[in-house]
């Protein structure tokens, strides 16, 4: 029964899973992999623990609760998850500062993602983690929305439609 027990719990072991590491996006990696091993790479560092906004959101809306407690709940989860999640790599990255691997650190709680800019190895090593889904370039230009016009109150613009007329071609 021993040699049994044995067999079983040895299974057990094996079953358990592992926390894997993250990955470099495929393109970034092959510049990665071409650049000189000093050069400072701005980077996106998406860590694996992330709030599920889905599920608070089904919970919140069997609740009816109102968009100021809506608002508040999510935002306080996502900076807490951020929070609570990012120290340990943000104490890596500030020793690869100190030795002149990396710089400029910003923590981003909206998604639980850092930026950074570090040696190829640095990053490599960043992707490695338990603790980080995906390491994507950082110097990829981001397209913001441009504001739309604002009115007065009540206010109606001249070529202004009701929603969903040009849909209708009316």
């Known amino acids: ?23 470099i996006d495929y393109p970034f990696a092959v510049r990665l992999q071409d650049s000189d091993p000093n050069r400072l790479h701005a980077a996106i560092v998406v860590l694996d623990d992330q709030v599920d906004t889905r599920a608070a959101s089904l919970w919140l809306d069997g609740m009816h609760a109102t968009r ?43 998604m639980n993602a850092i930026f950074v800019q570090a040696t190829p190895g640095v990053l490599a090593a960043i992707a490695q983690r338990a603790d980080v889904a995906k390491v994507f370039d950082g110097a990829v230009p981001i397209e913001l929305i441009r504001p739309t016009a604002v009115g007065e109150a009540g206010e109606r613009f001249e070529d202004a439609n009701e929603p969903g007329v040009a849909d209708i071609n009316a």
């Open 68 to 110: 100021a407690f809506r608002h508040e709940l999510i935002v306080t989860r996502l900076r807490d998850k951020a929070r609570t999640t990012q120290a340990g790599l943000i104490a890596v990255i500030e020793e690869q500062v100190r030795l002149g691997r990396a710089r400029q650190v910003e923590s981003y709680w909206l």
């Open 1 to 23: 029964h021993v040699c049994i027990f044995a067999v079983l719990a040895l299974f057990a072991l094996l079953a358990v899973p592992t926390a894997a590491a993250g990955e």
